[in-house]
């Protein structure tokens, strides 16, 4: 039952021991797409597993990314999130909500231009940065 589970099933391919608590934070990180923040798992995940500490939470999301089984995501200089869809997509964040979108059809460039060349790429992110159609239409309403 265990060996079908995504979130163990993950953990094993990205070469991490799948102790219960780990698994309870990526399994977390797959069903909320919300790319909540340590502060943000962490009360929810203690509601389910009481021992849980933000420090174990801060160092296991660290671990996750350099695994490359979650993305850090430093779109908002006040606010580190994470984001357990590792497939490449782009993210758009929101200036007036904070939220952090997916967009899922974009995807940081491939192809090497000749200034990078000899560089390994280990990580590559595509931000952008705007208003979203939610705001937007808040904002209208304000204005009429
Ligand atoms: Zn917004
Ligand atoms: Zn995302």
Sequence with gaps: MMNTDPA???LIECGIRPSIQ??????????????????????????????VSRTTIYNTLRMFSEKGAAFMITIDEHRVCYDGTTEPHAHFYCKHCGKVYDFHEMQPPRNV????????????????????????????????
């Design 113 to 144: 231009t000749s200034d990078m060349e000899g560089f390994h790429i280990e990580d590559a992110q595509l931000y952008y940065k705007g208003i979203c159609p939610a705001c937007q239409h808040t904002e209208e309403k304000k204005i009429s």
């Design 8 to 10: 163990y099933k993950k």
């Design 22 to 51: 780990r698994i309870e934070i990526l399994r977390y990180l797959l069903t909320h797409h919300t790319h909540p923040t340590v502060d943000e798992i962490f009360v929810d995940l203690k509601k389910r597993v009481p021992t």
